[in-house]
């Protein structure tokens, strides 16, 4: 094989596709690389540029929607964020209490996010680290909540 062969060039096409995929994750420029790839093998069997060509669009219409939907799936599977997505609105959490100023705060998904007694902004004095709340909505980042323990 030399260094001009159609099938060596679409490799290394399709090995730059690859390479520039590894940079941004998304799985279209990976559809693109195996279409360059399955045109390599068309090139390598003797299929001239018309029928390369041919082959890589027709490849590149089958592998890049297949792509695209693999990513609006994991997309859809993995939201961003919790407060936003309303993510634990209705669960049972226990307070804990934040280092640096000893507010009573839930702990969601590994972020702690401040706890409000729901009304009331005097009451939050009321609510200490080991009670047992209800998540409502949250306001900002703060966590509007209700006591669901024996002071309720």
Do not use: H, N
């Not at 507010?103 to 609510?127: H, N, S, T």
């Amino acid at each position: 094989m030399d260094l001009a062969s159609p099938a060596l060039l679409w490799l290394l096409a399709g090995l730059g596709a690859l390479i520039v995929e590894l940079l941004t994750g998304s799985y279209v420029l990976l559809a693109m690389a195996l279409a360059a790839a399955i045109t390599a093998g068309a090139a390598w069997l003797g299929l001239g540029l018309v029928g390369q060509l041919g082959v890589l669009a027709l490849s590149c219409g089958v592998l890049v929607p297949l792509a695209i939907r693999q990513l609006r799936r994991r997309q859809r599977s993995r939201p961003f964020g919790v407060a936003g997505t309303g993510g634990g609105l209705g669960q049972r959490f226990v307070l804990v209490q934040r280092d640096f100023d000893g507010a009573p705060c839930i702990k969601l998904d590994g972020d702690l996010f401040r706890a409000r007694r729901e009304g009331d902004e005097a009451a939050e004095v009321a609510l200490r680290p080991g009670d047992e709340v209800t998540l409502l909505r949250f306001e900002g980042t703060q966590a509007i909540v209700r006591p669901t323990g024996k002071g309720a």
